[in-house]
């Protein structure tokens, strides 16, 4: 049997320390040691202030960046469970405060944005709105080391959640525009001028093409959809085309889609000032060009130009339906003029370069746009220009061009409008084209002179009367030959080291001029054939050649002429091509002469706008008098308004009465 011991409870004697008093010393205490004890004392609560440190009260916003890291983590966690406490203050430190509301401080936005990029894998769908405002928020107008940590944040975001890739660039795409989203005055920072935001922007949206290559698709998406109305004021697409041409120039994968989206919304620009320039009087309609100013702010000075003279006034009101009418025409002409004058230059530093493949490339991407939106578009009137100033810059060009409208002009298989258009810009390029050969003129002429011997091989047998319907590309390549033999009949002339003069044809003129072996041939098998071409092309294209032809001793057409006025086309046209002979007023036998005649369109008519047209001289051929006929003509109307007398006014009166 084991015995224990009890043991009391409570501490050992050895664990007990006894607190002993201070032992006495024999050393005695001199008065100088409290003198000494007490200036020590004194000495330590001596505090002095640094001037240069800044002293001021720590905001609620502003925590260390690792706490504020922390928490949005916390609170992007706790989102998805539910709780959103944490989140929506986070939201709220990127969205703009409402009136009384306290402003975020710039230390706490750029801690936030930090914490976001640390945590941007947690950024997924469920935080989209969360992802809008941070895009949303005004980051440009911000100091360079934050914009450099958002263009961080941005391209981060991309890459690890692709789903917010389109958001992102439709942002950068907006700030592009002449009303930014980013742009506002952020609270105790400067204002920046507008070109610095542009130039931020781009910056980062060229790093985004960098780190996401396969954006190149979604931003051309971005750009088209964002591209001012044509309506807009010029203000708006002159600094939008601008920042598209700088895309361009870092985009190349995307430049030929730029330039053709400009290009697009420029031909629509110019059909609707076509349209209301047909809806004013004449003399109205040149009083529009005429007074639009020359010189104007550029591009440049646009960037940061915030008054817009296109916008509307309190006096508007109070003026002429026609006055806004034709003021706001007036505009439209003005944005045209002033987007083609910088796409002149933009083309022309291309093709100016040293580089062999970027002079070639100027070309194609023309000729591209132009078998593809300008050639299928009816009645364009000044942006085929850029075409053709730029294919004059060299023969094979020329030539190139001028084969491609023949090819197309011949080919069946093309609509016959597009095939009509083909032609009026074969011949007009060729009339207007200074650095057009004649040996350019010669071939052309013998193109279609061999395409119309062989239309006219096909169709005369079976031809009771002209029909525009059933014939429209033969009469479309007729009207292409008058007009170039009224712009270039003496690149027609035989010349005297010619062997080949064409002397067949007996001539009641005599042989003052002579004429290329097929000339006459060519009008004299076409216009007096059943097809009756004089019937059908526009009349005012009839009549300069008649003219013209005449003075020459070419061909008479006069007794033609006078034929044809007792023809009716209604007689001859139907779904067929043939109808019977049905009894019609001349009311309505005028109304369908209206639209069975060949258009006069030929794109390259005279430009006028001010500003761009510094591009085409030198390029463009203008209408030159023919000798002996022109002159003539001038003096006797000189002579007949001197000679208007009562006579005069006599016949109007009878013809007036005769009408009654």
Same mark, same amino acid.
Not at 13 to 36: A, F, M
Not at 126 to 142: I, K, M, Q, T
Not at 564 to 579: A, F, H, I
């Given at each position: 049997?084991?015995?224990?011991?009890?043991?009391?409870?409570?501490?050992?004697?050895?664990?007990?320390?006894?607190?002993?008093?201070?032992?006495?010393?024999?050393?005695?205490?001199?008065?100088?040691?409290?003198?000494?004890?007490?200036?020590?004392?004194?000495?330590?609560?001596?505090?002095?202030?640094?001037?240069?440190?800044?002293?001021?009260?720590?905001?609620?916003?502003?925590?260390?960046?690792?706490?504020? /890291?922390?928490?949005?983590?916390?609170?992007?966690?706790?989102?998805?469970?539910?709780?959103? !406490?944490?989140?929506?203050?986070?939201?709220?430190?990127?969205?703009?405060?409402?009136?009384?509301?306290?402003?975020?401080?710039?230390?706490?936005?750029?801690?936030?944005?930090?914490?976001?990029?640390?945590?941007?894998?947690?950024?997924?769908?469920?935080?989209?709105?969360?992802?809008?405002?941070?895009?949303?928020?005004?980051?440009?107008?911000?100091?360079?080391?934050?914009? &450099?940590? @958002?263009?961080?944040?941005?391209?981060?975001?991309?890459?690890?959640?692709?789903? @917010?890739?389109?958001?992102?660039?439709?942002?950068?795409? $907006?700030?592009?525009?002449?009303?930014?989203?980013?742009?506002?005055?952020?609270?105790?920072?400067?204002?920046?001028?507008?070109?610095?935001?542009?130039?931020?922007?781009?910056?980062?949206?060229?790093?985004?093409?960098?780190?996401?290559?396969?954006?190149?698709?979604?931003?051309?998406?971005?750009?088209?959809? *964002?591209?001012?109305?044509?309506?807009?004021?010029?203000?708006?697409?002159?600094?939008?085309?601008?920042?598209?041409?700088?895309?361009?120039?870092?985009?190349?994968?995307?430049?030929?889609?730029?330039?053709?989206?400009?290009?697009?919304?420029?031909?629509?620009?110019?059909?609707?000032?076509?349209?209301?320039?047909? #809806?004013?009087?004449?003399?109205?309609?040149?009083?529009?060009? /005429?007074?639009?100013?020359?010189?104007?702010?550029? !591009?440049?000075? @646009?960037?940061?130009?915030?008054?817009?003279?296109?916008? $509307?006034?309190?006096?508007?009101?109070?003026?002429?339906?026609?006055?806004?009418?034709?003021?706001?025409?007036?505009?439209?002409?003005?944005?045209?003029?002033?987007?083609?004058?910088?796409?002149?230059?933009?083309?022309?530093?291309?093709?100016?370069?040293?580089?062999?493949?970027?002079?070639?490339?100027?070309? #194609?991407?023309?000729?591209?746009?132009?078998?593809?939106?300008?050639?299928?578009?009816?009645?364009?009137?000044?942006?085929?220009?850029?075409?053709? &100033?730029?294919?004059?810059?060299?023969?094979?060009?020329?030539?190139?061009?001028?084969?491609?409208?023949?090819?197309?002009?011949?080919?069946?298989?093309?609509?016959?409008?597009?095939?009509?258009?083909?032609?009026?810009?074969?011949? !007009?390029?060729?009339?207007?084209?200074? *650095?057009?050969?004649?040996?350019?003129?010669?071939?052309?002429? %013998?193109?279609?002179?061999?395409?119309?011997?062989?239309?006219?091989?096909?169709?005369?047998?079976?031809?009771?009367?002209?029909?525009?319907?059933?014939?429209?590309?033969?009469? !479309?390549?007729?009207?292409?030959?008058?007009?170039?033999?009224?712009?270039?009949?003496?690149?027609?002339?035989?010349?005297?080291?010619?062997?080949?003069?064409?002397?067949?044809?007996?001539?009641?003129?005599? =042989?003052?001029?002579?004429?290329?072996?097929?000339?006459?041939?060519?009008?004299?098998?076409?216009?007096?054939?059943?097809?009756?071409?004089?019937?059908?092309?526009?009349?005012?294209?009839?009549? =300069?050649?008649?003219?013209?032809? *005449? *003075?020459?001793?070419?061909?008479?057409?006069?007794?033609?002429?006078?034929?044809?006025?007792?023809?009716?086309?209604?007689?001859?046209?139907?779904?067929?091509?043939?109808?019977?002979?049905?009894? +019609?007023?001349?009311?309505?036998?005028?109304?369908?002469?209206?639209?069975?005649?060949?258009? =006069?369109?030929?794109?390259?008519?005279?430009?006028?706008?001010?500003?761009?047209?510094?591009?085409?001289?030198?390029?463009?051929?203008?209408?030159?008098?023919?000798?002996?006929? %022109?002159?003539?003509?001038?003096? +006797?109307?000189?002579?007949?308004?001197?000679?208007?007398?009562?006579?005069?006014?006599?016949?109007?009166?009878?013809?007036?009465?005769?009408?009654?």
């Amino acid at each position: 049997m084991t015995t224990t011991t009890s043991r009391p409870v409570g501490p050992t004697p050895s664990q007990i320390t006894t607190k002993l008093p201070p032992s006495p010393t024999l050393v005695r205490k001199r008065e100088d040691d409290n003198d000494l004890e007490s200036s020590s004392l004194t000495k330590r609560y001596r505090v002095t202030f640094d001037s240069d440190v800044e002293v001021r009260i720590i905001e609620k916003w502003e925590k260390s960046p690792a706490v504020i /890291q922390d928490a949005v983590r916390r609170a992007l966690q706790s989102h998805t469970t539910g709780d959103n !406490s944490g989140y929506e203050k986070v939201k709220a430190i990127y969205a703009p405060p409402e009136d009384g509301q306290e402003h975020a401080s710039h230390i706490a936005i750029r801690n936030h944005t930090a914490a976001l990029l640390s945590n941007v894998c947690m950024l997924n769908k469920d935080c989209a709105d969360l992802v809008h405002s941070v895009l949303s928020s005004d980051w440009l107008g911000r100091s360079d080391d934050y914009v &450099h940590l @958002f263009v961080q944040f941005l391209a981060n975001l991309v890459s690890a959640q692709g789903l @917010f890739l389109a958001d992102a660039l439709r942002v950068l795409v $907006e700030n592009l525009t002449t009303t930014p989203p980013s742009q506002r005055q952020i609270h105790d920072l400067p204002s920046i001028p507008r070109s610095k935001y542009y130039s931020r922007a781009h910056r980062t949206l060229q790093y985004l093409l960098q780190v996401v290559p396969s954006a190149c698709r979604i931003l051309l998406s971005s750009l088209t959809m *964002h591209f001012p109305h044509h309506n807009d004021s010029r203000r708006a697409h002159v600094v939008y085309v601008h920042n598209l041409l700088q895309i361009a120039e870092y985009a190349p994968v995307l430049q030929t889609d730029i330039l053709a989206l400009i290009t697009e919304r420029l031909v629509k620009i110019d059909l609707q000032v076509q349209e209301d320039l047909e #809806d004013l009087a004449e003399d109205v309609e040149d009083g529009v060009v /005429q007074h639009i100013p020359q010189t104007r702010l550029d !591009s440049a000075t @646009f960037l940061d130009d915030d008054q817009d003279s296109d916008e $509307e006034s309190d006096t508007d009101e109070e003026m002429d339906e026609d006055v806004l009418r034709t003021r706001d025409i007036t505009k439209s002409v003005e944005k045209m003029d002033r987007i083609l004058d910088m796409l002149f230059t933009y083309y022309d530093q291309k093709a100016s370069a040293t580089s062999l493949d970027s002079r070639r490339s100027v070309v #194609d991407v023309l000729m591209g746009q132009f078998q593809t939106i300008i050639l299928p578009t009816h009645r364009s009137r000044h942006t085929q220009f850029l075409l053709f &100033h730029f294919i004059q810059q060299s023969f094979p060009h020329i030539d190139a061009f001028v084969a491609t409208c023949a090819q197309i002009s011949f080919d069946k298989r093309r609509p016959a409008m597009v095939r009509q258009a083909a032609a009026a810009y074969l011949a !007009s390029f060729v009339a207007r084209g200074v *650095h057009v050969s004649s040996e350019i003129v010669v071939e052309v002429w %013998d193109y279609i002179s061999t395409e119309l011997k062989r239309l006219h091989r096909e169709s005369e047998a079976g031809c009771r009367g002209p029909d525009l319907q059933r014939y429209s590309t033969y009469y !479309s390549l007729v009207q292409a030959l008058l007009y170039i033999f009224c712009f270039r009949w003496r690149d027609l002339e035989a010349r005297s080291d010619d062997d080949e003069v064409d002397n067949d044809l007996p001539s009641i003129y005599g =042989e003052e001029r002579q004429w290329r072996v097929g000339v006459k041939d060519t009008f004299q098998l076409n216009i007096f054939s059943k097809l009756n071409p004089l019937k059908v092309c526009s009349p005012a294209i009839v009549t =300069e050649f008649a003219r013209i032809a *005449h *003075h020459l001793h070419v061909i008479y057409v006069y007794h033609l002429l006078e034929t044809n006025k007792r023809v009716r086309l209604s007689q001859y046209s139907g779904p067929s091509g043939y109808t019977l002979l049905n009894r +019609e007023t001349a009311l309505t036998a005028r109304k369908d002469e209206d639209h069975q005649h060949l258009d =006069e369109y030929f794109p390259f008519d005279p430009y006028y706008l001010p500003k761009s047209k510094r591009w085409i001289e030198g390029d463009y051929r203008e209408w030159v008098g023919i000798p002996g006929l %022109d002159d003539q003509e001038a003096s +006797e109307s000189e002579s007949g308004e001197e000679e208007v007398g009562d006579g005069d006014v006599e016949e109007a009166t009878g013809t007036e009465k005769s009408d009654e």
